[in-house]
């Protein structure tokens, strides 16, 4: 068995702001912050019926599939608007 090679912690790079951004924050040992930081704008949670053909065609495209709904449904109104 190899001894580990004892670092001095002095010679630790600095923290960036960058990195202080990225560190989770504890508070009394509790995670308090973790994850994406909040969108600025939001998507907005709703209710849909689609026929059972075009969801399943969308979830047959695997993850994501809903985002590609949205993106599907973003190019339809821009050609709407373009009339």
Request: no cysteine.
């Amino acid at each position: 068995m190899s001894a580990t090679e004892w670092v001095d912690p002095d010679d630790a790079p600095e923290w960036t702001d960058e990195m202080f951004d990225r560190a989770d924050l504890h508070e009394n040992g509790v995670l308090i912050r973790r994850g994406r930081p909040p969108a600025e704008a939001p998507k907005e949670r709703i209710t849909i019926r689609l026929d059972p053909d075009v969801a399943a065609a969308f979830r047959a495209t695997g993850k994501g599939w809903q985002t590609r709904l949205n993106a599907a449904l973003r190019d339809w109104l821009s050609r709407q608007e373009q009339r």
